[in-house]
């Protein structure tokens, strides 16, 4: 069989979802900020009950430089077999705002967006406005940036080592083991001897 | 950047009148995990409670910007690690649809695939229900459920190599066809399946204490659960037949005859009961499996650029060589584009958002967490009940900590 790879398309680093036409069950929407509340507004009315998830994505030098992005589901909000449930009608809604921008919450419409929004707030520093308790979840509450925009380091800063004692290193021991067989008293001797040094 | 945050104190959850603001975990032995609580409560009754999570956060996401596509399946088995398999699962699905390969995996490998992940829904719900039972002080379920579990990661290990996190999957199919014998073991299991099955259900489905406990406890109504985004067993007691597996079948799993186990009690029993008979299908779907395991056939795709070929050719072939070394020093690459794709897990549905920049690495993986969502509704869930339920109703979400914090 022929490889199906095709070779990376040059150019297109910055927005991947932009290049390619969908390839899953959802229908994709691309939202603009002043009119996202209203649109989810009217898809909950549209009886998609359920935000299967919220999450964003940086695209570092693409202007509007982040995407948030909503997963919803339409779900009967009463007890249903598997045939009233049936293939659910899937939606993503994305959204591209910039750094700096403020995205309305959407935790009056789900409540499951609470922790979601939270999360958003604490890995990317995406303000969502009207959410009730919109503080760190993930990581630490007094810690400084956020970890998943692209231009957070992998690596915080290299932290200097602390030197070893003199009488710990391994060049102020003698090798080998004792000819008494007493490995610990001659041990502590031979550290003893190296501290009055 | 300015980022204002309140610090975690008490004060979190106001003092009013006679309430009394505890702090229940993180080193609580029924959080299940490093979960922290802070409870504002009156007696035994809890008023107002605010789950403080993150213990556990270890930043699988940001790290598997950094791996080989390869690479990244080890660390997404590490979030759900009861269900290594299903992370696994989800994972390599995702993959595969960027790739444009999903009609190309061959038939064995599918039906593996369906085998590990329904055994490792099994070995899944019996750590729950056991731990969930020792929270009510009844020890010796768990005993019974570590032993069916032990054979399941026997077949784990079997399988991937190691027990908990075998790392068997791989994009474009499984690591190796299945070992000699391992039919023989799976049909041992499946045998065994029923006898260990009457037993559990004998010692909690009639037990009085054990239904005094759950039984009306954690109610939440179907509309509760959708607005919540709960998924999985606590949906289906609610009485929504939601399974991913039915809407929206993946890797074959609409050629298998399984129902799917609902209640409309929406309390813990019947998440109980629904775990209980999702394990029977489970096993329905295995015994279906391994039938079809009786013909022989690939197990992987047959193509270089993604997996690497057999070890025994690369002596032979120079171009065996080169693919070789290719996939080892600098993986493959996926052409851009986004997708999500989801899978049933036992904790409900498990979705992975990647986003593909056409590099050999992802250039975004966002988990959608089961745990976390159903977590997440005991705030709706708890206020007005005994601190005692409030341990019941954990419990019976069952959350995982390397999930919901990741």
Redesign the interface.
Known sequence: MPSTQTPPLAGTATDPTSVRPAIDDAIIERVELSALRARLEALKAEGFSMLLDLGAVDYLGRAPRFDVVYHLLKMPVVAATVAQVGAPGRMRVLCGINDGDHVPSVVSLWPSADWAEREVFDLFGITFDGHPDLRRIQMPHDWEGAPLRKDYPLRGPARERAPRPAFALKSNVQAGTPPSGKTLAALQEQIKKAREQ | ?S?S????TPEIVSHEGNAMVLSMGPQHPSTHGVLQIMLEIEGENVIKLEPE??YL?T?I???CE?LFWSQVQTNVERMDYLAPSSNAFCYVLAVE?????TD?IPERAQVIRVLQAELTRIASHCVQLGTHAIDLGAISVFFYCFDLRENILDLQEAAGGARMHPNYLRVGGVNGDLPDGYLERVDALIAKFPGRMRELRGLLQANPIFQDRTIDVGYMS??DA????VTGPPLRA??????VR???PYSGYEHYDFD?P?R?DGDAYARFLVRLDEMEQSLRIIEQARKKLNTPGPVV??????VAPPKETIALSMEALIHHFKIVSEG??V???????SVEGPRG?L?Y?I?????NRP??L?T?PPS??NL??L??MAPGNLIADLVVMIGSLDPVFGEV??
Not at chain 2, 5 to 8: D, S, V, Y
Not at chain 2, 97 to 101: A, D, E, F, S, T
Not at chain 2, 238 to 243: F, L, M, N, R, T
Not at chain 2, 335 to 341: E, I, N
């Open positions: 950047m980022l945050t309140t610090p975690l999570i993150g956060h930043g996401e940001k790290n950094n649809k960027l790739l444009g390969i190309a179907p509309a959708v607005s919540w985004s609610s009485g929504v037949a939601y399974d039915k809407a929206l799917v609902t409309t795709i047959d193509d270089p650029k993604i493959f690459r052409p851009p584009g986004d997708v999500y794709q549905e979705g958002y986003v593909s920049n056409g590099e250039y975004r966002r959608r976390m969502y997440q509704c705030k709706g914090d990741r």
